[in-house]
């Protein structure tokens, strides 16, 4: 490989498109742009494409969204597999056609993993009996009439053994279902299931927060040096590493929704369930502020002041039929004399899993634009040094750890620079609030009291 000469440059080892017909087409050099995204709340991976078209390929290919797309891109000097994008995608729609030139089209080919298509392609009509784990290891890698894939799959442990018949659903229905009632070894509900570039995922978010940081970002000015000071190795900066530290620009995408966030139940729950069978019923309230210790997080304070709010419990009631001693009734083991069976876990996973889902989904979000960086996916946790405003270098409450909850890879083959844009998501505050009277007595204060 060559010499990296400045941050965000990448090299296209491999670009093959191969037509419905068979034909193999190498388009490095048609290429104008790739984007590739990741989203922590998505089962699949996608992607676009633009190439420019000159010779007529769209037509004499054809291209008509059906093809396969081999991609192997990586960083000059970087032989590492945490640096290189190695992806096959299915075309599965052509976009617009856009005259650039006399004689030249601009083209959009959107994809997406092979995994996905055939989810949508099949169905499964089948008996389990076993913890949901190993049934979503079966879906995903066993049983090659369903998924079957080849790539790398991480699963996290569940508790518990479920018995259950699935009625004609797709695969990836199946598994999101199971990961709303899966709990974790340590009793927590928190499962999400995701692709990414390094494969599939069906992971505890407890288990993603207790990973390692995989980088950290500054929002700053930097220093260019003078014209004819940039050498081998070094980038307009001088400081390759420094380069790879920086975020590009930065905004806060959002807060805090109090409104929302009240409706959907984070702030607070109430769930009955009713047993048919043995005609009792239970009723379980959640808490945000009573329940908060319970959870994994970015930091240890919450994103709201107790201080004037409380917990909400009436704000949201789900009401579930179940068993009341979370067995299922229904199936009695004779050889071990009991239940051996689960029942549905969603009393005991939903409101936990609203609440936190929420905070992700409504929090304090940032969105950031780093230099190419392909070590990075959702589910992955970075620091993010938020600037001030005033004296202070960093904001004590934005700045910290955050969890990616989206990502997008995007290569501009005109100047070989690639960029990493991530949304961050901090579902808690790295500073307690310090509150210097209640937020109910009125008691007035002055700025240089609070401040």
Do not use: W
Request: aromatic share 10%; proline share 3%.
């Amino acid at each position: 490989m060559a010499t990296l000469q400045f941050a965000g440059e990448y090299e296209i080892l491999e670009s093959k498109l191969t037509t419905s017909t068979g034909v193999t087409i190498n388009i490095s050099k048609l290429i104008a742009e790739i984007n590739l995204f990741e989203d922590l709340f998505s089962n699949a991976l996608y992607g676009s494409i633009f190439i420019v078209d000159t010779n007529n390929i769209i037509s004499r290919g054809p291209i008509i969204g059906q093809e396969r797309v081999h991609l192997k891109i990586a960083i000059p000097t970087v032989t590492s597999s945490e640096a290189a994008i190695d992806v096959i995608f299915n075309v599965y729609k052509v976009g617009t056609n856009t005259e650039v030139n006399k004689g030249g089209q601009l083209i959009e080919l959107s994809m997406v993993t092979p995994e996905f298509l055939k989810n949508n392609r099949v169905r499964v009509s089948k008996s389990y009996s076993n913890s949901i784990d190993n049934i979503v290891q079966d879906i995903l890698q066993l049983d090659e009439t369903l998924i079957g894939t080849t790539k790398n799959v991480q699963i996290d442990a569940t508790t518990g053994i479920r018995r259950m018949i699935v009625p004609n659903l797709h695969p990836y229905d199946i598994i999101n279902n199971l990961a709303t009632e899966a709990i974790s070894t340590s009793g927590q509900p928190l499962y999400v299931f995701y692709e990414t570039l390094k494969g599939l995922n069906f992971r505890s978010l407890e288990n993603l927060y207790d990973e390692e940081i995989v980088a950290e970002y500054n929002a700053s000015d930097f220093e260019v040096l003078k014209v004819g000071e940039v050498g081998k190795g070094q980038s307009k900066t001088g400081n390759l590493e420094k380069d790879y530290k920086r975020a590009l620009d930065y905004s806060m995408n959002s807060y805090n929704d109090m409104l929302a966030n009240v409706k959907s139940g984070m702030l607070g729950s109430t769930i009955i369930r009713y047993d048919p069978y043995y005609k009792t019923y239970q009723k379980k309230e959640f808490g945000y502020f009573s329940n908060f210790e319970e959870n994994a997080r970015t930091d240890a304070n919450p994103i709201y002041n107790s201080n004037g709010l409380r917990d909400y419990p009436n704000a949201r009631i789900h009401l579930q039929p179940g068993f009341s001693k979370n067995v299922d009734t229904s199936h009695y083991n004779t050889s071990t004399s009991s239940y051996g069976f689960s029942g549905s876990r969603i009393y005991e996973s939903l409101q936990n899993r609203q609440s936190k889902f929420a905070e992700l989904n409504m929090g304090a979000s940032a969105v950031i634009n780093v230099h190419g960086n392909f070590a990075l996916n959702v589910g992955k946790s970075v620091i993010f040094n938020m600037p001030a405003v005033g004296d202070e270098d960093t904001d004590p409450r934005f700045t910290g750890k955050y969890l990616i909850t989206t990502l997008r890879h995007s290569f501009r083959n005109s100047n070989k620079t690639s960029q990493t844009t991530l949304t961050l998501v901090k579902d808690s505050s790295a500073a307690p609030f310090i509150n210097v009277a209640s937020a109910d007595s009125g008691v007035p204060t002055t700025a240089s009291d609070a401040f």
